[in-house]
Every structure is written in C-alpha cells, then in structure tokens.
C-alpha cells in the first residue's frame, strides 16, 4: 500500500519561495503520476500539476508562472516549489499518486503566509 | 478550464435517509468524473472513479452515475460517519478542476 509523507516549512512571509517535499513508500514510484494540490479559502480545492519519474510536467495555468515541480527518483522523492508567495497562498497543500485521478494522499502541510 | 458546479452547497438530512448530490460539468467530460469525501481535518478521501465506479473497501450505500456533463452522488441509507464534505472533480481535461463542495450534516 502507497504512502505519502510530506515535509517542508510552512510558515512563510509574503514574497518568499514556498518548498515542500512528498516521500513516496510502499510502492512503485516509477508507474505513476504524483501531483500537487492545495486547500485555500478563497479558491477551495485546486490543482498545481503533476510529475512523471522521468520529469514530464504538467502545470495548472494559473499557478505556472510561480510554480516548479522536481523529482527524485533515487529517493522516490518530488517536490514543490512556488515563487514569490502572497496572503492569497495560505492554505493546506497536498501531495497525491496518480494522473487525473486522486487515490493516495499525504497528510497536508498547512502553509501560511504572513507578514 | 472545466467548472464544475456542485449542489447543493449543504445538506441536512437525518440518519437512514437517501441523499444525492449532482455536480454539473461546463464541458463534455465523458465519464471523467471522480468523487472524494473530506473530513474535518484530514485529507479527501477516493470514493468514486471514472463516475460510476467504487473504490474498494468504500461501502455500498454510496453510488455515482452520470455521463457527458451530469453527474449524481447518492447515499442510500445515511449513516453518522458520513458527515464530511464531499467533492466532484473533472479528470477529462487539463487543468483537473473540482466542484466547490457539499457540506452534509446530520439533522
């Protein structure tokens, strides 16, 4: 059974970079898609974009500008970065398996911007 | 992008009813539609697939159907460990989009 396990600061001030990782264990990391999402009050549920093991991306349009998603696969590891943060990205961020379709989730990582 | 329209918003029904909840697509989306259940404090939860298909271990008073841009959610027989807030969302196209939400509660 796939976990996820997610780690990274979650306290930030306006214009800070957001960084956030997601530990894959227990299955096989190279078959799947492993997406970014988020939880905010003003959007609800939103998707940032996924990442093949091999690095093919795909990003929400409204976030690409701010937004990179990396891999590790010698980790079975990807992780999350977001640019230049503002009040508007507080909210709880989430790792998940798979493309389209939201099987396994982390824990959330509450992330809150503030000056 | 895919809006999709969930409805109602909230819900209030006692213990033993039949609730459904409809989420409407701005865009064919096939039957590229998945449901999740959130409770307070935790993650969504995967409880339906490709709109009508249930994820195992998911009990069976819960049920999808729907196909191009109207889908339902129902519960058949409501039980106390439902209250959560359930969301649909599109997988046909890029960016994946959800619904905005229905928040059930227990009369």
């Known amino acids: 059974q796939v976990q996820l396990q997610q780690r990274g600061a979650g306290l930030l001030k306006p214009s800070e970079t957001l960084s956030l990782t997601c530990a894959v264990f227990?299955?096989?990391?190279?078959?799947?898609?492993w997406s970014w999402l988020r939880q905010t009050p003003g959007k609800g549920l939103e998707w940032i974009g996924e990442?093949?093991?091999?690095?093919?991306?795909n990003y929400n349009p409204s976030l690409q500008s701010r937004v990179a998603l990396s891999v590790d696969p010698s980790k079975s590891q990807f992780s999350l970065t977001m640019t230049s943060v503002t009040a508007a990205d507080t909210g709880v961020y989430y790792c998940?398996?798979?493309?389209?379709?939201?099987?396994?989730w982390g824990q959330g990582t509450l992330v809150a911007v503030s000056s | 992008d895919i809006q999709m329209t969930q409805s109602p918003s909230s819900l209030s029904a006692s213990v033993g009813d039949r609730v459904t909840i409809t989420c409407q697509a701005s865009?064919?989306?096939?039957?590229?539609l998945n449901w999740y259940q959130q409770k307070s404090g935790k993650a969504p939860k995967l409880l339906i697939h490709?709109?009508?298909d249930v994820e195992t271990g998911v009990p069976a008073r819960f049920s999808g159907s729907g196909s191009g841009t109207d889908f339902s959610f129902t519960i058949s027989s409501l039980q106390p460990e439902d209250i959560a807030t359930y969301y649909c969302?599109?997988?046909?196209?890029?960016?994946?989009?959800f619904g905005q939400g229905t928040k059930l509660e227990i009369k």
């Open positions: 998940a398996k798979a493309e389209g379709i939201f099987d396994i």
């Open positions: 227990g299955g096989s990391f190279r078959d799947n898609y």
């Open positions: 990442i093949s093991q091999g690095g093919s991306t």
């Open positions: 865009h064919d989306i096939s039957q590229c």
């Open positions: 490709e709109a009508s």
């Open positions: 969302q599109q997988c046909d196209d890029l960016p994946y989009t």
